[in-house]
């Protein structure tokens, strides 16, 4: 276990139903700083919520005896125009190259805006512009401070033969969850702190609001 691991404790109390590999594809992907590499992309069939969720077979991923995984929500604004109010877009890139070196997988999930959508999000971003902040903003609008749902994603692992990860998350309701539906979680691995003037305030209410290990500069 390195350092900044922290052990979860395993607590089953949901099997989620049985879902299936639909199609795996080779794609070849080159990222905007220049970093490129080779994933295997697959998609499945089965999946409680009826989302078309993927998930990224990265480095030797089929040999991997505890392989590095992450749960990386969509994010439109963060992962393809580079917005800076979230620290999206930068997990996602360093997400990928570190799973390539221990071998793992990423599972890229459609829960948009902590599973409230684009449109809601964005409406979420003009009230944290009149001084909310990011959870506060969903509750403002009758949504929940987080929406999100990882059974679809334990039926991947359970679809790709992952039956123990090493999860590569700041946030420990992902494992959490992930333990409840018979996943283990040996180690729950810390991304690194992706700080701009734009999103540290975003950043501190995760950990203000959901325990997030963060370590923010003073």
Not at 51 to 57: D, I, Q, R, S, V
Not at 88 to 98: I, K
Not at 108 to 114: D, I, M, P
Not at 206 to 212: A, D, L, M, P, Y
Request: proline fraction near 5%.
């Amino acid at each position: 276990m390195s350092a900044d691991a922290h052990p979860v404790p395993a607590v089953v109390t949901a099997v989620p139903p049985v879902a299936g590999v639909r199609t795996k594809v080779r794609v070849p992907l080159r990222f905007a700083d220049g970093w490129e590499t080779t994933v295997d992309v697959y998609t499945f069939t089965g999946l409680v919520d009826g989302k078309e969720h993927l998930a990224l077979g990265i480095g030797d991923y089929e040999n991997a005896a505890v392989p590095l995984v992450r749960l990386h929500s969509e994010c439109l604004t963060g992962d393809v125009f580079g917005s800076q109010r979230c620290d999206c877009g930068p997990q996602l890139r360093e997400a990928v190259e570190r799973i390539g070196e221990h071998g793992g997988y990423l599972l890229y999930l459609r829960q948009e805006g902590r599973g409230i959508g684009l449109y809601a999000k964005l409406d979420a971003y003009a009230l944290q512009d009149d001084g909310l902040d990011t959870y506060e903003a969903n509750l403002a609008l009758g949504r929940g401070e987080d929406e999100r749902d990882y059974t679809a994603a334990a039926q991947m692992l359970n679809a790709l033969g992952v039956g123990e990860l090493r999860l590569l998350s700041n946030n420990p309701d992902k494992a959490r969850q992930l333990a409840r539906l018979g996943t283990r979680v040996a180690e729950l691995v810390p991304t690194g702190v992706h700080v701009s003037d734009a999103n540290v305030r975003y950043l501190r209410a995760k950990i203000e609001h959901t325990g997030h290990t963060l370590a923010l500069p003073a």
